[in-house]
């Protein structure tokens, strides 16, 4: 507890997906003071032609009032 799912457009190195994960999982141990041992990162790539179909239709738009920070486009 927690797991993190990130998704992003291809292209971030492996060096940059690792500064990402370590970058949430310092916030979030900060914030709930849970053990690092207890929290994972998964960052998933996906293409911008299929962005809006399978991340924005499938996963923002029907749960738009739940986001705590939400996309400006």
Do not use: C, R
Request: hydrophobic share 35%; proline share 7%.
């Amino acid at each position: 507890m927690p797991h993190v799912v990130v998704k992003l457009y291809p292209g971030s190195t492996e060096d940059q997906k690792t500064k990402i994960a370590e970058g949430i999982t310092k916030v979030i141990q900060e914030q709930t003071g849970k053990p690092e041992a207890y929290i994972s990162v998964a960052i998933h790539e996906v293409a911008e032609a299929v962005w809006m179909d399978e991340v924005y239709f499938k996963e923002i738009k029907p749960n738009f009032e739940k986001l705590y920070k939400k996309p400006g486009y």
